[in-house]
């Protein structure tokens, strides 16, 4: 999707904080990316963290939503859709470095 007339577009400072396996835990080894089996959002701003939360990292990232999607719903009709005709949607992501300074 590209930023448009018809678009809009929200950024997020997601920090992720590593989960790591129960035998990591147990041997205090968390130096080897084989011991990380997971990782959670702990936290978010909408600008760049100054205290990023320890042992985190951060990733920015935007989000582009029609413009309509503010819109309030004005239905007029209801159309109920089986679970079996839906199907999972593509998500588009661009990811970029949240460390490089924006000029």
């Given at each position: 999707?590209?930023?448009?007339?018809?678009?809009?577009?929200?950024?997020?400072?997601?920090?992720?904080?590593?989960?790591?396996?129960?035998?990591?835990?147990?041997?205090?080894?968390?130096d080897t990316p084989?011991?990380?089996?997971?990782?959670?959002?702990?936290?978010?701003?909408?600008?760049?963290?100054?205290?990023?939360k320890p042992?985190?990292?951060?990733?920015?990232?935007?989000?582009?939503?029609?413009?309509?999607?503010?819109?309030?719903?004005?239905?007029?009709?209801?159309?109920?859709?089986?679970?079996?005709?839906?199907?999972?949607?593509?998500?588009?992501?661009?990811?970029?470095?949240?460390?490089?300074?924006?000029?």
């Amino acid at each position: 999707m590209s930023s448009g007339q018809d678009t809009v577009r929200a950024t997020v400072y997601l920090q992720v904080q590593p989960e790591y396996s129960w035998q990591a835990k147990q041997y205090r080894q968390f130096d080897t990316p084989s011991a990380i089996q997971g990782a959670k959002v702990v936290g978010s701003t909408q600008g760049k963290s100054q205290k990023p939360k320890p042992g985190t990292v951060e990733v920015k990232i935007m989000v582009e939503l029609p413009k309509g999607a503010f819109l309030p719903l004005r239905p007029e009709a209801i159309v109920v859709i089986p679970e079996s005709l839906t199907q999972p949607h593509p998500v588009t992501v661009e990811a970029e470095d949240a460390n490089e300074s924006q000029a």
